[in-house]
C-alpha cells in the first residue's frame, strides 16, 4: 500500500520560503506511470493544485504560482519537495502531497488516487 | 486559471439522489475526458470518487456515478446515506498541462 507523507515547518514568516518534503513508501517515485503532485487548501476553502513532478525531474505548475514554485524529486530517497517564495499570509493553507496518474497527452494529468494526510503551514510573524 | 465552478451546498433526504455540477470550459471540462471528484470529510485528506469522467476506483460505492455533457459535468450520489455527508471537489486536466480544480459543494444529508 502506498502511503505518502509530508513534513517541514507548520509556522513560516512574511517573505520567507516555505520548504515541504513528501516522503514515499510501499512504492518506487522511479515509476514512469506517475506524476507527484502538490496540491494545497486553505482553512475552509478549496483545492488548488501547485504543480507537479515527474520522475525525470519534468516539472509542471499551476500558471498563478509558477514564478514562486520550485518542485524538485530525490529519486535515491524517495522523496519530492515543494519551496514557494516569498510567502504571505495568503499562502497559509494545508499542503498534500498526491501521486497523479498520467495520460496522453505528455504531462495531462487525469487524477490523484493518493494523497499524504497534509500539514498545515501558517505564514506569520 | 479560473476554478471550476459547482454549488456551494446541495442537500437530499437519506435514500434519495442528488446531482452536483461542475462547469469549466472547453479549455478543460469539455476539451478533455480527464474529469475527476473527490470527497472530503472534515480535517482528512480528499479521496477519489470518480475518474475519467465516470470510473469508479476499485472499493467506491456503485451509488455514485459521474457524467459529462458539453462543458459541465456532473457527480451524483443515489441512495444517500448519512456517511456521504461532506465535500465534494471535481477536477479536471486543462490546456497547457495544468490542472484545475472547482469551487467545492458541501453536501448535507437532511
Known amino acids: 500500500q502506498l502511503q505518502m507523507q509530508e513534513s517541514g515547518p507548520g509556522l513560516v514568516k512574511p517573505s520567507e520560503t516555505l520548504s515541504l518534503t513528501c516522503t514515499v513508501s510501499g512504492g518506487s517515485i522511479s515509476s514512469s506511470s506517475y506524476y507527484w503532485g502538490w496540491i494545497r487548501q486553505p482553512p475552509g476553502k478549496g483545492l488548488e493544485w501547485i504543480g507537479s513532478?515527474?520522475?525525470?525531474?519534468?516539472?509542471y505548475h499551476n500558471p498563478s504560482l509558477k514564478s514562486r514554485v520550485t518542485i524538485s524529486i530525490d529519486t535515491s530517497k524517495n522523496q519530492m519537495s515543494l519551496k514557494l517564495s516569498s510567502v504571505t499570509a495568503a499562502d497559509t493553507a494545508v499542503f498534500y502531497c498526491?501521486?497523479?496518474?498520467?495520460?496522453?497527452?505528455?504531462?495531462?494529468?487525469?487524477?490523484?488516487?493518493?494523497w499524504g494526510q497534509g500539514i498545515l503551514v501558517t505564514v506569520s510573524s | 486559471q479560473s476554478a471550476l465552478t459547482q454549488p456551494a451546498s446541495v442537500s437530499g433526504s437519506p435514500g434519495q439522489s442528488i446531482t452536483i455540477s461542475c462547469t469549466g470550459t472547453?479549455?478543460?471540462?469539455?476539451?478533455?475526458?480527464?474529469v475527476s471528484w473527490y470527497q472530503q470529510h472534515p480535517g482528512k485528506a480528499p479521496k477519489l470518487m470518480i475518474y475519467?469522467?465516470?470510473s469508479r476506483p476499485s472499493g467506491v460505492s456503485n451509488r455514485f456515478s459521474g457524467s459529462k455533457s458539453g462543458n459541465t459535468a456532473s457527480l451524483t450520489i443515489s441512495g444517500l446515506q448519512a456517511g456521504d455527508e461532506a465535500d465534494y471537489f471535481c477536477s479536471s486536466y486543462t490546456d497547457s498541462n495544468s490542472y484545475v480544480f472547482g469551487t467545492g459543494t458541501k453536501v448535507t444529508v437532511l
Open positions: 513532478v515527474y520522475y525525470s525531474g519534468s516539472t
Open positions: 498526491a501521486r497523479a496518474h498520467g495520460g496522453p497527452p505528455t504531462g495531462s494529468h487525469r487524477l490523484f488516487d493518493y
Open positions: 472547453s479549455s478543460d471540462v469539455g476539451g478533455y475526458d480527464y
Open positions: 475519467d469522467v465516470n
